[in-house]
């Protein structure tokens, strides 16, 4: 791929960093090699491809450590209806009548989003993975993709086989964007025999697991009745919790869970609009933060949000903890920023890789323009981006070094047919 | 004017109305004298201007029905703070340093942002309204300016007759895109004495009063206390209730507040996100649109929000509610399109003009560009916008049947002036 350089920008390199203005980035095969003072850098080469990022800010891109991509195929399809009736009349029919290819065009609808909206790396689960994993490869974004695992499937053990073996082939095939994770999807939804091979797998094949935990006051009151902990206790005494593991929602806990995903390093990922949306209730973020917990943060499905903008998501979580705690210093801009970046990229482990820009990491970085009215004047530029910024302020995005997005034009990505693939796909799904 | 026809758009007149397809809206001299199916449209007339709206949404302008637009010159500048320093240590001093030329280009940098997000009309209190007035002028939105009155300046009742003088030489002058009011700030900054000469002063004159009501709870303590009534009882023996009342907040309030509300036309106008920055809570709008209260939406000012978009705002409406009540049908989208259209008509006493696009209203009108990703597919047009529309989705922005946008371009206003001159006189108020 060879030498890429950002010059000229103003550098929030990560959510402790201090704003740094005239700064470069130079990244060598996807790999930063340089993040600091333009007047300190090493000597262009001269191959290599420059980036004036003159009035733009220059931030880590964006993790969303909770998705189902795919989901766009059911944007506005069924809103405002309570949980029961939206998915037993509206979500799994549509889903029973899924073919494998209408979860790549999903898919890369999705990613066309995401990445207009500063989105580098997102946690996926959904059904026909492989075909999510696809889209995302041909996307250029970096994913996590994982295929969801229900008990109740007939072919559930199956499914899992498949997951491990296109797990360790995906690995086995070196270094890529992709870092596939298994998906068993809830504890209520998988049986503690199914729940244990999935331990057991991705304990001896290194693999993260992908699950909802504690999403509703109802699932939590199930669990204790039925196996009399919560469902972050039930997984801890699986042995889950000792693996690489990225929890959705994580809304209702008691203070033992709260210690609990502390002391394990348990991935929380936080999705606030999905949480309003489904009237699922308020996650107990500051209490999360304030025990050291790694908190991370997710769109959730656009089927329940209804769109994939992180920023947006970034500042709903700064606004509403504030509202319900009535603690106007509660989840600060610069602990939202956090969230959606390092955050989102510890909860996922990968933080040895992307959440903040520094040498050695990847070259995931996003570039905003500054210069529209609402985003003037300038007096704090993470207040600016959390609670100002706009997904459309998105000017470039390079993962990986390459750069997927300039000028609010997709470089790799064909915008036009995706959008048409995708929404013919949709109309299908929903009037069949 | 003359003559402006809008063809060939997918039409949503109101929150009421089912989107028509292959719509046609014609206005002459800023008044709507058709808008309809296309093809039962009156002929065109040779002069007139023709915009083609293929692929876009046409929708009545939306309505702030709360905010003070010259606070953009205090975006960032202090935020994830407690509300006392806020005010006493950051934004009172900037404030005491305001000159009147500052208040003109703070405004209008408001302006430029609100255009942008689709705002056609805004009810604005602040310091030096005048200079807010003339702001608006030459920005061509309609506005309803206020003088903020606060009792305890020493000129306040100087204030209020030069505001009466102003309002009753702007109504005098004929019909302007400029509706005046009266903004005493709070019944706990304004004694009854001052309030009082406010209701008599209005009534004599036709005139509408703008006050901030029961934003937080101390204050309603406070009321009770002092009064021995909550805050909008409290205005209700005063007289106030009688009035053309815009009341901004309304977030604590009694059953019997929801009641008087309803029965005397109170225009609650509701301001999610910054009863969430500021930790104020959560407004009882269910029980309000229940009750048939007439429920506007704004964003209030930039300093505690931080932006002007009531895209977004009208998103935050149809979903803190849900989560906060743990009903998923709380505040529909179609409810939170009503409450930034003709609800914040209501509340303006303006809704025989604009908030929905009838024949004989003014032309206040908004083109969203439905292209893009995060608006595909499209099932519901009002869940669309409503939940995943994004401000920077307007194309075009017309206001009294004048285009003050077109394709994301400002037709009236310098955008780059304006941002270079607020931008200068902000910094200049934070750091003297």
Same mark, same amino acid.
């Given at each position: 791929?060879?030498?890429?350089?950002?010059?000229?920008?103003?550098?929030?390199?990560?959510?402790?960093?201090?704003?740094?203005?005239?700064?470069? #980035?130079?990244?060598?095969?996807?790999?930063?090699? /340089? $993040?600091?003072?333009?007047?300190? +850098?090493?000597?262009?080469?001269?191959?290599?491809?420059?980036?004036?990022?003159?009035?733009?800010?220059?931030?880590?891109?964006?993790?969303?450590?909770?998705?189902? +991509?795919?989901?766009?195929?059911?944007?506005?399809?069924?809103?405002?209806?309570?949980?029961?009736?939206?998915?037993?009349?509206?979500?799994?029919?549509?889903?029973?009548?899924?073919?494998?290819?209408?979860?790549?065009?999903?898919?890369?609808?999705?990613?066309?989003?995401?990445?207009? +909206?500063? $989105?580098?790396?997102?946690?996926?689960?959904?059904?026909?993975?492989?075909?999510?994993?696809?889209?995302?490869?041909?996307?250029?974004?970096?994913?996590?993709?994982?295929?969801?695992?229900?008990?109740?499937?007939?072919?559930?053990?199956?499914?899992?086989?498949?997951?491990?073996?296109?797990?360790?082939?995906?690995?086995?095939?070196?270094?890529?964007? $992709?870092?596939?994770? #298994?998906?068993?999807?809830?504890?209520?939804?998988?049986?503690?025999?199914?729940?244990?091979?999935?331990?057991?797998?991705?304990?001896?094949?290194?693999?993260?697991?992908?699950?909802?935990?504690?999403?509703?006051?109802?699932?939590?009151?199930?669990?204790?009745?039925?196996?009399? $902990?919560?469902?972050? !206790?039930?997984?801890?005494?699986?042995?889950?919790?000792?693996?690489?593991?990225?929890?959705?929602?994580?809304?209702?806990?008691?203070?033992?869970?709260?210690?609990?995903? &502390?002391?394990?390093?348990?991935?929380?990922?936080?999705?606030?609009?999905?949480?309003?949306?489904? +009237?699922?209730? =308020?996650?107990?973020?500051?209490?999360?933060?304030?025990?050291?917990?790694?908190?991370?943060?997710?769109?959730?499905?656009?089927?329940?949000?209804?769109?994939?903008?992180?920023?947006?998501?970034?500042?709903?979580? &700064?606004?509403?903890?504030?509202? /319900?705690?009535?603690?106007?210093?509660?989840?600060?801009?610069? !602990?939202? =920023?956090?969230?959606?970046? #390092?955050?989102?990229?510890?909860?996922?482990? #990968?933080?040895?890789?992307?959440?903040?820009?520094?040498?050695?990491?990847?070259?995931?970085?996003?570039?905003?323009?500054?210069?529209?009215?609402?985003?003037?004047?300038?007096?704090?530029?993470?207040?600016?981006?959390? /609670?100002?910024?706009?997904? @459309?302020?998105?000017?470039?995005?390079?993962?990986?070094?390459?750069?997927?997005?300039?000028?609010?034009?997709?470089?790799?990505?064909?915008?036009?047919?995706?959008?048409?693939? &995708? @929404?013919?796909?949709?109309?299908?799904?929903?009037?069949?």
């Amino acid at each position: 791929m060879g030498v890429l350089r950002v010059t000229n920008a103003l550098l929030l390199a990560g959510a402790e960093s201090v704003p740094l203005p005239s700064a470069l #980035l130079q990244a060598e095969d996807g790999v930063i090699t /340089y $993040v600091g003072r333009e007047s300190e +850098a090493p000597p262009c080469p001269p191959d290599a491809e420059v980036l004036d990022a003159e009035g733009m800010l220059l931030i880590p891109g964006l993790v969303n450590a909770h998705t189902h +991509a795919a989901m766009t195929l059911f944007r506005g399809v069924a809103d405002d209806m309570p949980l029961k009736p939206w998915l037993e009349e509206k979500i799994w029919p549509m889903e029973g009548r899924l073919a494998p290819e209408d979860v790549y065009w999903g898919t890369l609808l999705g990613i066309a989003e995401m990445l207009r +909206a500063g $989105v580098t790396c997102y946690n996926d689960m959904y059904h026909f993975f492989t075909e999510g994993a696809r889209a995302a490869v041909d996307g250029g974004i970096r994913a996590v993709p994982s295929g969801v695992l229900l008990g109740f499937l007939p072919n559930a053990e199956d499914l899992l086989a498949e997951a491990v073996e296109f797990c360790v082939e995906l690995v086995r095939s070196g270094p890529s964007r $992709v870092t596939p994770m #298994l998906g068993p999807h809830a504890p209520y939804t998988c049986p503690d025999l199914l729940l244990r091979k999935v331990i057991t797998l991705a304990g001896e094949h290194h693999l993260g697991i992908h699950i909802h935990l504690s999403e509703t006051a109802g699932e939590v009151e199930d669990s204790i009745r039925e196996h009399g $902990v919560t469902p972050l !206790q039930h997984m801890a005494d699986l042995g889950m919790l000792e693996l690489q593991v990225a929890a959705a929602h994580c809304v209702h806990l008691t203070d033992a869970d709260v210690a609990l995903a &502390a002391e394990t390093g348990l991935g929380c990922c936080h999705c606030p609009t999905s949480n309003m949306k489904l +009237a699922s209730g =308020f996650a107990r973020v500051p209490d999360l933060l304030a025990a050291g917990a790694v908190v991370g943060l997710g769109t959730d499905g656009a089927a329940s949000n209804n769109n994939l903008d992180m920023i947006e998501e970034a500042r709903m979580a &700064a606004l509403i903890h504030k509202g /319900y705690r009535g603690d106007p210093t509660a989840v600060t801009a610069r !602990q939202a =920023f956090a969230m959606a970046t #390092l955050g989102s990229a510890r909860a996922l482990g #990968l933080a040895d890789r992307i959440g903040t820009l520094e040498v050695g990491k990847q070259a995931d970085c996003v570039l905003l323009d500054l210069s529209r009215a609402h985003l003037q004047p300038l007096h704090d530029i993470v207040s600016q981006l959390i /609670y100002a910024a706009q997904a @459309s302020d998105v000017h470039t995005v390079i993962v990986d070094g390459e750069v997927l997005l300039r000028d609010r034009r997709f470089l790799k990505l064909d915008e036009e047919r995706v959008i048409a693939e &995708a @929404s013919a796909r949709s109309l299908r799904l929903a009037h069949p």
